[in-house]
């Protein structure tokens, strides 16, 4: 029974995954740059969809740094699976504004 309790205790929520953490961090990272290039469009001064897109852009960056410093206070993967789903949420509202970004003169 001794190889069976760990394993019951890990499932019972006693922390996150590194894989969890892992997993966030990859897609607040690539959303964050997503970001900073819509930024760097908006900045150039360019069209008023890309000034626009580019303030949007610095509140989800803003955002993600929020839902990654949130991770630390953590303690079940329920709560990262959580933190995951909005990262993932916010990232493809920033590959939206990209794409929309790219495409505006």
């Known amino acids: 029974t001794k190889t069976v309790a760990p394993a019951a205790e890990e499932k019972s929520g006693g922390g996150v995954s590194p894989a969890k953490l892992s997993q966030l961090n990859g897609i607040v ?6 970001a900073r290039q ?4 908006g900045s150039r001064g360019g069209s008023d969809t890309r000034r626009a897109n580019a303030q949007l852009a610095r509140n989800y960056d803003s955002n993600l740094a929020t839902l990654k410093d949130s991770a630390r206070g953590v303690s079940s993967d329920r709560e990262m ?3 995951i789903a ?3 949420q916010t990232r493809a509202y ?3 504004l ?3 970004s790219q495409g505006a003169q």
């Open 29 to 34: 990272d690539d959303a964050r740059g997503m």
């Open 38 to 41: 819509v930024i760097r469009m």
């Open 81 to 83: 699976d959580r933190l």
């Open 86 to 88: 909005q990262a993932r």
């Open 94 to 96: 920033v590959q939206f």
């Open 98 to 100: 990209l794409k929309q």
